[in-house]
T-cell receptor, first 115, second 113 residues
Framework: AQSVAQPEDQVNVAEGNPLTVKCTYS??????LFWYVQYPNRGLQFLLKYITGDNLVKGSYGFEAEFNKSQTSFHLKKPSALVSDSALYFCAVRALYSSASKIIFGSGTRLSIRP | DSGVTQTPKHLITATGQRVTLRCSPR?????VYWYQQSLDQGLQFLIQ???????AKGNILERFSAQQFPDLHSELNLSSLELGDSALYFC????????????FGPGTRLTVT
C-alpha cells in the first residue's frame, strides 16, 4: 500500500534562512513523487516532481527537492526563505508504472516565514 | 490560473439536502479527480474519472456519487448532507503527457447548517 508522511505539522523559519519541509513515503516499486503548495483560499498548485534521473529536482519559486531512495524521503528545500513562501505544503506519491494507482497526499505542513 | 474551473464557489445548505458540484478540466485533460479538504481530515481523495469512466476510488461515502460527461466535465453529487460534510471540495485534472501531475481548481466551499 502507498503512504506518505509529513512528520511536521508546522515549520517556522526566519526570512533569509534555508528551509526544509520533510516527507517520507512508502510505495511498491519506483515512486513518482510530487510537492504541491496551497495558499490561503486557493487550490493546490504543482511545485515540482521526481520521476527518474537526478536526485535533486528543481521546481517553481526557487524550491528544490532531494530524492533519497535509501531513506525513502523527498524533502522540500529552499536556500533562502521569503515571507511570501508562507503556505501549506503537501507531499504526494504514486507508484510510477501503475496507471490505476492513485496519488496519495500527505497531511500537509504549514510553513511560516517570519520577517 | 490552473485552467480548471469549479462552480459554485460557495454553497450553503441544510442537513438532509442534496447538492451538485461542477468541474471543468483543463482543455485536453481526460482525467478528473475529486478531493475533500477539511480541517481535521486533511486532503482526502474521493474519486477519479478518466475519459468518462471511473478509474479509482478513495474514501468516498455511499451518499456521494460522481460522473464525467462526454464533454469531460464532471459533477460530484452529495446527498443526505450532514454537518460533517462541510468542507472544501476540489477538482483536479491531469493529462496523458504528465500523468499524476494534477492541476487543481479553486474549490467549492460547502457549508451544511
Amino acid at each position: 500500500a502507498q503512504s506518505v508522511a509529513q512528520p511536521e505539522d508546522q515549520v517556522n523559519v526566519a526570512e533569509g534562512n534555508p528551509l526544509t519541509v520533510k516527507c517520507t513515503y512508502s510505495v511498491s516499486g519506483n515512486p513518482y513523487l510530487f510537492w504541491y503548495v496551497q495558499y490561503p483560499n486557493r487550490g493546490l498548485q504543482f511545485l515540482l516532481k521526481y520521476i527518474t534521473g537526478d536526485n535533486l529536482v528543481k521546481g517553481s519559486y526557487g524550491f528544490e527537492a532531494e530524492f533519497n531512495k535509501s531513506q525513502t524521503s523527498f524533502h522540500l528545500k529552499k536556500p533562502s526563505a521569503l515571507v511570501s513562501d508562507s503556505a501549506l505544503y503537501f507531499c504526494a506519491v504514486r507508484a510510477l508504472y501503475s496507471s490505476a494507482s492513485k496519488i496519495i497526499f500527505g497531511s500537509g505542513t504549514r510553513l511560516s516565514i517570519r520577517p | 490560473d490552473s485552467g480548471v474551473t469549479q462552480t459554485p464557489k460557495h454553497l450553503i445548505t441544510a442537513t438532509g439536502q442534496r447538492v451538485t458540484l461542477r468541474c471543468s478540466p483543463r482543455s485536453g485533460d481526460l482525467s478528473v479527480y475529486w478531493y475533500q479538504q477539511s480541517l481535521d481530515q486533511g486532503l482526502q481523495f474521493l474519486i477519479q474519472y478518466y475519459n468518462g469512466e471511473e478509474r479509482a476510488k478513495g474514501n468516498i461515502l455511499e451518499r456521494f456519487s460522481a460522473q464525467q460527461f462526454p464533454d469531460l466535465h464532471s459533477e460530484l453529487n452529495l446527498s443526505s448532507l450532514e454537518l460533517g460534510d462541510s468542507a472544501l471540495y476540489f477538482c483536479a485534472s491531469s493529462g496523458r503527457t504528465a500523468p499524476g501531475e494534477q492541476y487543481f481548481g479553486p474549490g467549492t466551499r460547502l457549508t451544511v447548517t
